[in-house]
Nanobody, 114 residues
Framework: QVRLVESGGGLVQAGGSLRLSCTAA????????IGWYRQAPGKQRELVAG???????NYANSVKDRFTISRDNAKNTVSLQMNNLKAEDTAVYYC????????WGQGTQVTVSS
């Protein structure tokens, strides 16, 4: 089983930036399509960005042109650069495989103050 570890969240003012990181042990991670998800209080978890093994990316409309997902397969890491953050981006952010999920990590809290 893959153990996911998310980091990099914090408190930031609207318009600011944060960079989230997702790491996992094992080769399964580097051979999987990975997504960044978020869950705000009282809302369902949603996919905000995804990246394939080959590096193709896709984004939710709400974050397009503000968030950038990338991966470093040598380091088993997938990152999410978040710019021009808005209050509505406040959520716990998680990474996981796109498709059939592994067990969820603890996530990392992102709080954007307006």
């Amino acid at each position: 089983q893959v153990r996911l570890v998310e980091s990099g969240g914090g408190l930031v003012q609207a318009g600011g930036s944060l960079r989230l990181s997702c790491t996992a042990a094992g080769s399964t991670f580097r051979f999987s399509d990975i997504g960044w998800y978020r869950q705000a209080p009282g809302k369902q978890r949603e996919l905000v960005a995804g990246i394939t093994v080959s590096g193709s990316t896709n984004y939710a409309n709400s974050v397009k042109d503000r968030f950038t997902i990338s991966r470093d397969n040598a380091k088993n890491t997938v990152s999410l650069q978040m710019n021009n953050l808005k209050a509505e981006d406040t959520a716990v952010y998680y990474c996981n495989r796109a498709g059939t999920w592994w067990s969820w990590g603890q996530g990392t809290q992102v709080t954007v103050s307006s």
